[in-house]
Every structure is written in C-alpha cells, then in structure tokens.
C-alpha cells in the first residue's frame, strides 16, 4: 500500500548515509520513527530488529506474516517479536512491498547460487557479523543472527511456493517508515549483492533519518 509520509526532513533529529556494503547499528526509541531512503533506487536493505532492554526478542518474520496474513510487508504492517509483541509498525511506503521471506546474502549461499569462486565476494551476514563484533555494547552475537526483512527487495512468491529473486520495484527517492513500539537495535546491512537483481547489479548507498 502505497503511503506517503507526513514527516519532514528539516526536523529530523538524525540522518545517516550508509554506503553499499556498510553496516547501520543504532537503538530506535520508543516513539521514534525511522525512514529508511532509497537514495538512487533498486537497493536492498537487509535488516534485523531486537528489543533493546532484552535482545533475545527480536523480530520474527513467521510470527509477522502469520498474524497479517500477507507474505509481503508494506504500511500498516506490525512488525512482531519472537514473543508475540509489536516491535514496530511500518507507517510509511513509496514502494509498496518489501520482502522477508528471502533472507540475506552470505558467502555460503552465493556459493551455492552461483558459483564456487563467489566465495570471497562481501555479503549481508559478514556485515551483521563485524557489526556485532564492533559493537559489544548491545551484547550480540553471532548466533543473535536470524531471519530478516529485505526493505526495497523484490522477492515475488509464485502458485507453487517458489521464491525469486527479481528485478526491483523501488527507485530513486521512495523509502520506507517505522515507528518502533519498544526500544529497538536497528541492524542493517546495505547489501553489496553483485549477482542477482536486487540492487540492479550496482549497490548504492541508503540513508537512514530518525524522528523523534
Ligand atoms: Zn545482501
């Protein structure tokens, strides 16, 4: 659902620009709102959320798509916990649909899509992984990492189940809003994918604007 966003960018309270490959760790307060912006279009932004007083509740995509009814997430949609509670709600949308059924790239799995010497290519898991070892404060670690959303990536779903990914529906300028519900750890990965569509074969960075 196509939402456009009250907010201007004069009043925001911070904004970051996250080039492709980098990493976003931040805590999302209670009542904040945080657009993420896709600055030239067709990116992935790979993202996990965690309750920030207790990171072992984290955002859980079956639990999400269960209550919602919808594989796709977009505005309206609640973001939900592993505990059942609402971390965040999307409340602003100038894509339309974001995916979290597809998960994020690893060195594993661009192996295993395409090709043995992809091996050492950067991917998404490498980046939530330095960015867990380079900030111990949140006490995370590797096994915190799970399953994701994909802001701004088009993962269409067919008759039979099958995932694919596919060329983007996202473009210059459209972003996504959340407002959290809890004190939540924003990571993002801004995914350095070379060998499928989702960042048009060419990652560009995002930028990250918080509301209070
Ligand atoms: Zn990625």
Redesign the pocket.
Known sequence: MITSSQLKAENATRSDTVPAGDYYMQVLKAGQTLRILDLEGNQ?A?TLFYNADDPSERYSCMDTIREQGNVYLTAGTKLLSNDGNEMLEITADTCGRHDTLGG??STESNTVRYAIEKKCMH??RDSWLLAVAENPQYGLSKQDITHNINFFMNVPVNKEGGLSFADGISGAGKYVELTAKMDVIVLL?N???LNNP?NAYNPTPVEMIIWD
């Open positions: 992935a790979d994020a790239c991917a998404c990965s995914c350095p994918q989702c």
